[in-house]
DNA sequence: GACTCAAAAACTGTCGACAGTATTATTTAT
DNA sequence: ATAAATAATACTGTCGACAGTTTTTGAGTC
């Protein structure tokens, strides 16, 4: 019944896939089946394969020369290129976003960065990584760049994947929020460089934090 | 019959779908329609329409509310952000690149670049452009990070869609050749910070070119 | 001739089926 | 028991079919 939701089947089986790979509710290494997927959508296999092929070519999944499917693994090679490659776009979304800006993103900014001082503050690293998360997302819409956008997007993903086996929900230092304070002045003066360079030194303090945590992880890892 | 070919069915769908909106053979805005697609490669809708689902994801289609699906139109403002994402990213793998460049790769510029020039001052710009082409894949390859290198490889198909349809493959001026060398004399000398701007300095110059070409083709669409 | 409404054709989303192949379990031989 | 051989399963790639929509065609009207 192709009507019966708004929303393509697909597209569904997407998002909700996607999730549970970030989260880590799909364990890296683990092969998924068509025929799992597809019963625990209550679907056939096809809207399930579309939605694997998407998938795969954003990164998340890998294909055997068998044509299975499996979550790919966490590498360490891999995160050091994608911090390295998320570090860069992100200092470029930044930079360009300098000069794109409009008072309503700047505001939009100013009380995201409120709320997460007064997270920081109060101890709660859960919220202030969600205004964190959301702060770089008001950076990202704004810098006026789609591909780029995209692009974006897409790394932040696979990062989180990292993130969320690691549980690295851990801290958010009072020096987090300086950071990000000093990526919004340069923002808030409309200077370019000073913003990309604000943005690239951030990302690659929280890089090298991960990258601890990970390096830790896959010498020992605990079954979290 | 799965063993037929060895290669999917479905992929080479996508390689051959892709490679005719790269050279324009599918014109823009033009619709898709999955049953003549699946009769030009003598299969049912099936591999079709995972091949759509990439290509749609790759940025050469779109897709309608009613699930039809179109090629993507070429809009100058799609253009110029496509180029300027691009002349950063050539830029830092251009960087990487210097870091990590072995001799055999230095070498294997150095002969595209001798191949290039003769063939630019015998005024074969078809060549001159796919030396131009091999050299930027090489320095992309030698960059060490794959998401990078991934990203790069479908923003420089995206590009080529525009640079096809409006048969820019005109002209290849020595200036050209000199943007390459001075690239290349960068990359043998190890520089980073050199060699990006040099990169970034010769997208920027032959982005300029194209868009200018681009501007003329949509106030004037000759039916190429 | 332009316009409206209805019948016809074309499509997409989804499904279930089948063939061939890779995996896993089981049996047999050492 | 261990390893090789074999039978049983599970799974992927592909196909053809059908229902519900959208688009196109065509008839009839002003």
Redesign the pocket.
């Known amino acids: 019944?192709?009507?019966a939701?708004a929303l393509?089947?697909?597209q569904r089986a997407v998002a909700e896939i996607r999730e549970d790979l970030i989260h880590g509710r799909f364990r890296p290494g683990e092969?998924?089946?068509?025929?799992?997927l597809?019963s625990r959508f209550?679907?056939?296999?096809?809207?399930v394969?579309?939605a694997l092929v998407q998938l795969e070519h954003e990164g998340f999944l890998e294909?055997?020369k068998?044509?299975?499917?499996y979550v790919r693994p966490l590498e360490l090679s891999e995160a050091e290129q994608l911090f390295v490659f998320r570090g860069h776009l992100e200092g470029l979304a930044a930079r360009l976003a300098a000069e794109n800006m409009n008072l309503k993103d700047i505001q939009r900014l100013e009380a995201n960065l409120a709320a997460m001082e007064t997270a920081a503050q109060r101890g709660d690293a859960r919220v202030a990584m969600e205004c964190g998360a959301e702060f770089h997302r008001t950076i990202i819409d704004a810098c006026g760049n789609r591909p780029l956008l995209e692009c974006l997007e897409g790394l932040r993903a696979r990062v989180s994947r990292y993130r969320y086996i690691l549980a690295a929900i851990d801290e958010f230092s009072e020096q987090r929020v300086r950071e990000h304070r000093s990526i919004l002045s340069a923002l808030a003066a409309r200077s370019p460089a000073t913003a990309e360079q604000a943005m690239i030194n951030h990302v690659e303090v929280s890089s090298r934090e991960t990258l601890h945590a990970l390096k830790a992880f896959l010498s020992a890892p605990e079954k979290v």
Chains 1, 2 share one sequence.
């Open positions: 019944m192709p009507s939701s393509p089947l697909q092969r998924l089946s068509e025929p799992e597809a209550q679907t056939s296999r096809s809207p394969r579309e294909r055997a068998t044509g299975r499917v």
